[in-house]
């Protein structure tokens, strides 16, 4: 009895010296030493269990109880920081982030006192104890970490214990000294592999619900803009809205801090990005084409804002939305010049026409519009450059088809030459500004050659220049500029004749329609086809 009573004792201080050894300022060497000694000659006395079952000389497996008494000294220590700690909504993420701080700080000074202190105590009766140390913090603080992530709630929250698991208890130099890093190989996972995928799944379910919520405040944030009557800056020669700067800082600063932690979760982040801008984009353009701050500048800024908005590896899922808002923003910046020049173009084949210079205001709003055009991204910018072009070569072509006055004789003659006048000054200014859009050029100039041709057989030559060029032309087209020069029965006849078979051949070679962006005739609407016939004849 006696015999049990000391061993007994012996195990209660073999506990109390471990417990005891993190606990105070400085490491009682020769105490450890004893400790090993006593475990090690234990050992020997007992090797294995006696055949006659002597309890006396059974083993009291002592190196079992230093290495559980390790492992509850552990996990008594990580339990120090913030005991009691509750999740709340006032903390925040701040309380956590403050509690994994102190732990990190703790299992980092406690180990490195291990590894500097107690470990060489222990090394000359062969105690491995940095390795019974350091698996018994690591199980104990995967047990607390797995106890907080069952809590916690929030982006915040979540994020910040993936961070801290991955990024400070993960990393090479937590232990802060050379050659104490954590080895990973021989540790299990800090966090099991179910409770990591659950960590991510929630903490990307809680990112959706925040990212929509941060598009809704820059949604907020531009019509703030909107109502402050506030003009887009110039930044490099183009218009620029905060939008394209407030998405870039936004999905740069989650999929970079996703990316921290995983490259699987930084492909998520950019999804979940990727996919709220595709549903932010419409809603925006309804927004801002229901405010009352249309105008050039802001359209223009938001035609560049879209083009920034095309992230690597997001092209195909955004490209829609974002193709879509910016055709509507160049429709609407179109539809403005459009209603500033349509009244200009009345005059057009009237006598007043003949002794105006209509053009020149006309063309004037045009230099105008092109000049917010030069702030545009270029791409956008030539292609409603161009489609300016084409639409004052169709409206005066579609003036020209449908007068509301004949000319005869000499005024013939005059119209033809201001027609041509005209068409050359139209192209030049388009040229000077840029527009690449060089196939409209002949449209009006042929139609002044025919209404002007002293020769009559050239006509035929001069129609089959306009059919070449323009395959969207049509019957009704031809037989509305015949209608313009009155050549007789006989010779509109033979040139209609003639003509059938060059459209239904450049109708072939063409396809069913012209290709878009090459369209003219087709969008010119004319006089009935017997309208325009009982006209020629």
């Known amino acids: 009895m006696d015999v049990c009573l000391l061993y007994d004792g ?41 055949d006659d079952g002597d309890f006396l000389r059974t083993p009291r497996r002592w190196r079992q109880h230093w290495e559980e008494a390790v492992r509850r000294s552990a996990q008594e220590r990580v339990r120090r920081p913030g005991a009691g700690w509750a999740f709340g909504e006032a903390e925040g993420a701040s309380g956590l982030a403050q509690l994994l701080a102190e732990l990190g700080g703790l299992v980092r000074r406690d180990l490195q006192k291990v590894r500097q202190e107690v470990q060489p105590a222990y090394a000359a009766a ?41 990024n400070v208890y993960g990393s090479p130099d937590f232990l802060g ?21 659950r960590l991510e799944s929630d903490y990307t379910s809680f ?29 490099q020669g183009l218009y620029q809205a905060p939008l394209s700067m407030d998405v870039h800082m936004l999905v740069a600063e989650h999929v970079k801090a996703a990316g921290a932690i995983s490259a699987e979760l930084e492909a998520t982040t950019l999804r979940i990005c990727t996919r709220a801008l595709g549903l932010f984009v419409p809603r925006f353009e309804k927004a801002f084409l229901a405010s009352e701050a249309v105008s050039e500048p802001h359209l223009g800024a ?41 009244p200009l173009f009345r005059v057009v084949c009237t006598r007043d026409w003949l ?84 196939w409209l050029d002949q449209a009006i100039q042929c139609v002044a ?18 059919i070449r060029s323009y395959p969207d032309i049509r019957r009704d087209h031809i037989l509305a500029i015949l209608a313009l020069r009155r050549l007789g029965r006989r010779r509109n006849q033979h040139l209609l004749q003639h003509t059938e078979d060059l459209l239904r051949a450049a109708a072939g070679a063409a396809g069913a329609e012209a290709p878009r962006g090459r369209v003219l005739f087709e969008e010119i609407k004319v006089p009935s086809a017997m309208a325009v016939l009982i006209t020629c004849v």
């Not at 105070?24 to 294995?48: I, M």
């Not at 190989?185 to 179910?194: F, I, N, S, Y």
């Not at 990212?211 to 887009?232: G, M, N, R, T, Y």
Request: with cysteine.
């Open 302 to 342: 938001y035609i560049n804002a879209c083009e920034e908005l095309r992230f690597p590896g997001t092209q195909e899922e955004l490209e829609k939305p974002l193709v879509t808002a910016t055709c509507s923003f160049q429709k609407h910046l179109l539809q403005g010049l459009q209603r500033e020049l349509q």
């Open 10 to 50: 012996l195990a209660a201080e073999i506990g109390a010296i471990v417990r005891e050894t993190l606990d105070s300022d400085g490491v009682d060497a020769a105490a450890l030493a004893e400790l090993a000694r006593v475990v090690s000659a234990e050992e020997e006395a007992h090797p294995s269990p006696p």
């Open 355 to 438: 002794t105006q210079d209509w053009l020149h205001p006309l063309m004037d709003k045009v230099v105008t519009f092109a000049g917010h055009l030069q702030r545009v991204a270029r791409p956008r910018a030539q292609e409603t450059l161009q489609e300016v072009h084409r639409f004052v070569v169709r409206e005066y072509l579609a003036r020209a088809l449908r007068p509301r006055e004949r000319f005869r004789g000499m005024e013939r003659m005059h119209g033809s030459q201001k027609m041509s006048l005209d068409a050359q000054a139209i192209s030049d200014t388009f040229q000077g500004l840029g527009s690449e859009a060089t």
């Open 449 to 466: 050659e025919i209404l002007g041709e002293t020769y009559k057989d050239d006509i035929q030559r001069h129609l089959e220049t306009l």
């Open 207 to 235: 990112l959706e619900a925040k990212i929509a919520s941060c598009f809704d405040s820059i949604l907020q944030l531009e019509q703030s803009h909107w109502a402050a009557a506030e003009v887009p800056e110039v930044l």
């Open 126 to 166: 062969g105690f491995p104890a940095w390795e019974v140390y350091l698996r018994a913090f690591h199980s104990a603080v995967a047990q607390r970490l797995q106890e907080l992530a069952r809590d916690a709630r929030g982006c915040g929250q979540l994020y910040i214990l993936l961070d801290w698991a991955a």
């Open 177 to 197: 000294a050379p050659g104490l890093a954590l080895p990973a190989e021989p540790l299990p996972p800090l966090l099991a592999p179910d409770v990591w995928a």
